[in-house]
């Protein structure tokens, strides 16, 4: 049982380069979210999703795209990656909706774009 | 601007003695609090919840204590272990439903 697993663990990107983070989880979780960790700053929500095929915006969803095509799995793209993208992105599954306090998280993808 | 505030970016504390890690927040609709509490490398992990019924709850050596009329929570840890030493977030929901709104975090080092 892995848990929240994310990869990769570490990505440098180019201005305009894109990419895609992957998130997996193997707890049947219905509801996956994408959280992004600045410096002085807590978690902000990007996308979630609350079921296979569904995604949703949450705080600060612009220039990401998620897409959610196995209730396992929920990506995170980025097309055009910018300088203000240099992150780090975490991944979190909970069996119960948004508001549930049982959202086990994955390890985190440090991206830093140049 | 931020909901959720941790004015103390770091904490330090002998071991055995007590930790007081605090969190405000501005959005009187806040109606559930919780603590996650971060090793480096690794995801948060959920550590203690409060409901904005209660004004304390209690979990072995962490307690939480909300005052609701201050719009101040704060996590208390005793006695305090050098495995303690980790980043704790403080997080808000207002309504249920909603998503949760999560502070930038204390650094707490506990000092052998």
């Known amino acids: 049982n892995a848990g929240v697993t994310q990869t990769p663990k570490f990505r440098v990107l180019k201005t305009g380069q894109s990419m895609t983070l992957l998130c997996a989880q193997d707890m049947n979780h219905e509801y996956m979210y994408w959280y992004r960790q600045d410096p002085g700053m807590g978690l902000r929500l990007i996308h979630y999703s609350v079921g296979e095929g569904t995604t949703a915006k949450g705080e600060v969803p612009d220039g990401y795209n998620v897409s959610r095509l196995k209730k396992q799995n929920f990506l995170l793209g980025l097309e055009s990656a910018a300088p203000s993208q240099t992150s780090v992105y975490f991944c979190?599954?909970?069996?119960?909706?948004?508001?549930?306090?049982?959202?086990?998280f994955g390890p985190g993808t440090r991206l830093t774009v140049t | 601007d931020q909901q959720v505030k941790q004015n103390s970016p770091s904490l330090s504390v002998q071991e055995g003695r007590i930790s007081i890690l605090n969190c405000d927040y501005t959005?009187?609709?806040?109606?559930?609090f919780l603590w996650y509490k971060k090793y480096p490398a690794e995801g948060p992990t959920f550590l203690i919840s409060?409901?904005?019924?209660?004004d304390k709850n209690e979990d072995g050596r962490f307690t939480v204590f909300l005052n609701k009329s201050a719009k101040h929570l704060s996590l208390h840890i005793v006695p305090s272990q050098p495995g303690d030493s980790a980043v704790y977030f403080c997080a808000a929901r207002a309504n249920y439903g909603q998503n949760f709104v999560f502070g930038p975090g204390t650094r707490l080092s506990v000092l052998p």
């Open positions: 979190a599954s909970s069996l119960l909706g948004p508001s549930s306090y049982e959202q086990y």
């Open positions: 959005n009187s609709m806040f109606d559930y």
């Open positions: 409060i409901s904005s019924i209660k």
